[in-house]
């Protein structure tokens, strides 16, 4: 028996901040895919590549954290035969390694990020390190030029 006979769980405070937590994932994850559409029509697959591997790794994460917290609220009920949460959780985990395991994706993202120049706000937030002409060091590491826009 619950220890708050007749109260719903959508008027308790922890249940709205899940359900808002849930809908800023969702959120953002479809403009993330509305992005990648928009660059795909705009410019190409190939330009869209690298929100395509974003959406990859973005997407499913969402899902299972939103059905991993709906088995949280549901308690033991959540993982019992007599409700399907268990088994969407298991669907979208296997769609993580449907088109290859989210490091696959992640280091798609990771190469075309690093591949582009830095913004001259980068640049100027990073600073400069004086300790690498003063004494030497890092002279393995090849400098980037600041890029001239933002």
């Known amino acids: 028996m619950s ?3 007749g109260t719903l769980l959508k008027d308790k405070e922890t249940i709205q901040e899940r359900v808002a937590e849930a809908r800023m994932e969702l959120t953002m994850t479809r403009q993330l ?3 990648a559409a928009v660059v795909a029509d705009d410019k190409g697959f190939k330009a869209a590549r690298s929100y395509i591997g974003m959406i990859k790794v973005a997407a499913p994460r ?4 939103i059905i991993d917290e709906a088995i949280q609220i549901h308690g033991a009920h959540g993982l019992s035969q007599d409700c399907l949460l268990s088994d969407e959780f298991i669907h ?3 769609v993580r390694l449907a088109d290859g395991p989210d490091i696959v994706h992640l280091r798609t993202v ?5 591949s582009r120049e830095p913004s001259a706000l980068s640049v ?7 300790n690498i002409e003063k004494y030497g ?13 933002l």
């Open 33 to 35: 895919c509305y992005l």
């Open 92 to 94: 979208v985990r296997h």
């Open 124 to 130: 100027k937030i990073s600073g400069e390190n004086k």
């Open 110 to 114: 990771a190469k075309q990020e690093l």
């Open 62 to 65: 969402m899902a299972l954290k």
């Open 3 to 5: 220890p708050f006979p």
């Open 137 to 149: 060091m890092f002279r393995h590491v090849k400098h980037a030029a600041p890029a001239a826009k």
